[in-house]
């Protein structure tokens, strides 16, 4: 058994290495890089408009048909923090140093145009889907590079990392956190939170919504408050601290030099894991909302881009480095008695072992004492990651929603008979017991995957969650970039709207867009 075990783990390690080879890392960067540059920096250029948009909807979350941009924008904050900006950032430290930190922030600047892009993208071709908005990569790829295969192979992968590889990754970090900070057993966590979640996934996207509009921007706001205390009462080395982390992410240290390959690497995977730029789930959920021009929530997309990683993941790198309770990891080996680590740099205040949420709670429990640091850590990871798994279930749903009614559009094809059906009782293609057979079956998939997370160790959990998010961008960043002239078309369109003074809107015929049934349907009047 040991040696089916230990041949399965470096199975898995091998399929990690080669999703997330040096190829994606620079695919994700020089991604960002190139739309930023065509977008001219719509990401600082309209900064004051990301702001005015996002805080404009919030108090208009009743719509007839979709969600508010406010709400649409705290779903994708609920998917972006979770236990990447607390585990996630201490594990890019403890692999990479704290360069790796510069690369989260470089990603996330040029990641920024990203997901301005992809989030453009998920509007101009959603679908209305029986009073719900519906959309992301696997829709904009069939329809806008008319290529079914590959829109229903990103949806594939894309509902299996959502709804069982990633899931586990967070109640994982949940289960931890709290049996070392209230001696619980981590298979109890396991069952109240897959209990918590059946709750809040059963109501569907609307109840999403509205936990997540409360509770992401709360937690994340006394979260970076926090990291502020433990700034202050470190004060005196907060300098020191950003120069260690300009010479790290350059390799001009002793350290850095040695693993400057593993900084850059370290970097943008936590980065793209946590901000979700070019990974394609933020489009799923940027597609839910109800706005007259789809730049409108391109914008609002960025703008959590920076919330998440300029925000709560430096909080969480500040009061790790501050605070010296990290150490630099140069292999780690796992033995069926554990992992092994051998450590090219080791401070005295960091715990020993693999990087992982202790740093964090080690962290704030030098400032507030060990046994309180442990708790706030806990409550906020138990939040950060909640929300994170609600909004994957949602965009798990999204993409099995689209493979089964690809299926039903084949299944019409094939049988003249059932499209007159379907015409004549004014059915749509998801009016099938067969949809709410699958959405449930996922459901109990995803409550699941959320307990068994709870058991398994981290390492292996964390390699999945990323062998999960690197399929979904190898093929979401390919598409957005041969999709891009669309969204600038569409960028350019909006400003000048807006410099003629005008409430933007969108016709995608004047602008040479073709196939944003959507669109077309609203502006003939079909659409409420």
Request: hydrophobic share 50%; net charge neutral.
């Amino acid at each position: 058994m040991e040696t089916i075990g230990s041949w399965l783990t470096e199975a898995i390690l091998t399929v990690n290495g080669l999703v997330w080879s040096s190829a994606l890392v620079w695919l994700c960067l020089l991604a960002g890089l190139y739309l930023s540059l065509r977008t001219r920096f719509v990401q600082v250029r309209r900064f004051g408009e990301m702001f005015r948009l996002l805080f404009g909807s919030a108090g208009k979350d009743r719509k007839k048909v979709g969600i508010s941009s406010f709400q649409a924008f705290a779903m994708a904050l609920s998917g972006r923090v979770g236990t990447g900006n607390i585990v996630g950032v201490a594990t890019a430290i403890g692999f990479g140093g704290p360069g790796a930190i510069v690369w989260m922030w470089l990603i996330a600047f040029f990641g920024a145009g990203s997901a301005f892009v992809e989030a453009t993208l998920a509007q101009i071709y959603k679908e209305n889907h029986n009073g719900q908005f519906r959309g992301g990569p696997a829709y904009y790829i069939e329809q806008g590079l008319r290529s079914p295969f590959f829109g229903c192979l990103f949806a594939v992968m894309a509902a299996l990392a959502c709804g069982i590889f990633l899931p586990p990754v967070q109640c994982n970090g949940i289960a931890l956190s709290c049996s070392r900070s209230f001696g619980v057993p981590v298979w109890v966590v396991g069952i109240f939170v897959a209990l918590l979640i059946a709750f809040v996934i059963i109501g569907g996207v609307k109840r999403i919504a509205n936990v997540a509009q409360i509770v992401a921007p709360f937690m994340a706001v006394i979260y970076i408050i926090l990291s502020i205390v433990v700034l202050i009462v470190h004060y005196q080395i907060v300098p020191d601290i950003f120069m260690r982390m300009l010479q790290g992410a350059v390799g001009v240290n002793e350290v850095g030099g040695a693993l400057i390959g593993s900084t850059i690497a370290w970097g943008v995977k936590r980065g793209v894991y946590s901000n979700e730029a070019g990974q394609g789930t933020g489009p799923i959920v940027a597609a839910a909302a109800k706005v007259s021009h789809p730049v409108k929530q391109g914008l609002v997309q960025a703008f959590s881009v920076y919330i998440d990683t300029l925000l709560v993941c430096t909080a969480t790198a500040m009061m790790i480095l501050a605070c010296q309770t990290y150490n630099i990891i140069d292999t780690v080996q796992h033995t069926p008695s554990g992992a092994v680590v051998t450590y090219l740099q080791q401070n005295p205040l960091a715990p020993e072992g693999e990087p992982g949420v202790f740093y964090t709670t080690s962290a704030l429990g030098s400032v507030v004492g060990e046994r309180m640091g442990d708790i706030i850590v806990s409550v906020a990871l138990f939040f950060f990651a909640f929300t994170t798994i609600m909004t994957y279930y949602y965009y798990a749903e999204t993409n099995l929603v689209y493979l089964f009614n690809r299926w039903r559009r084949c299944k019409v094809k094939k049988s003249p008979e059932l499209l007159q059906e379907l015409e004549k009782e004014d059915m749509h293609f998801g009016d099938d017991r067969g949809e709410k057979v699958v959405v449930w079956l996922l459901r109990i998939c995803t409550v699941c995957s959320v307990f068994i997370g709870s058991l398994m160790g981290s390492g292996i959990v964390w390699t999945f969650g990323d062998i999960g998010v690197g399929t979904m961008a190898w093929i979401n960043i390919v598409a957005i970039l041969l999709l891009s002239p669309k969204a600038l078309r569409s960028l350019k369109d909006y400003e000048r709207q807006k410099k003629q003074g005008l409430e933007p809107t969108f016709h995608p015929q004047s602008l040479g867009i073709e196939h944003a049934d959507f669109w077309e349907k609203q502006n003939g009047g079909d659409e409420n």
